[in-house]
């Protein structure tokens, strides 16, 4: 994760990584859902999480990042 955070300064550009989450029911922390090392949540600079539980027609887009003071949920319709 750390190489591409050093490219994306390097060149002046964002890098959008897609990754899958866990299929856990129930998180205390929606960021703890993303698979794997606690790590690529760290190295990132900000993370979008996006939800939606089956069968509904709403979703949830949560963001945070290394520069937002305060995690924001927003509701998409």
């Given at each position: 994760m750390q190489r591409f955070v050093e490219l994306a300064?390097?060149?002046?550009?964002a890098i959008v990584l897609?990754?899958?989450l866990n299929q856990q029911a129930?998180?205390?922390d929606p960021f703890d859902?993303?698979?794997?090392?606690a790590g690529l949540t760290a190295a990132a600079e900000h993370i979008w999480l996006l939800?939606?539980?089956r069968g509904d027609a709403d979703a949830y887009l949560m963001v945070d990042g290394k520069?937002?003071?305060?995690?924001?949920?927003?509701?998409?319709g």
């Open positions: 300064a390097k060149h002046n550009v897609i990754h899958h129930e998180l205390n859902a993303f698979s794997g090392s939800t939606r539980k520069d937002i003071e305060e995690p924001q949920e927003l509701a998409l």
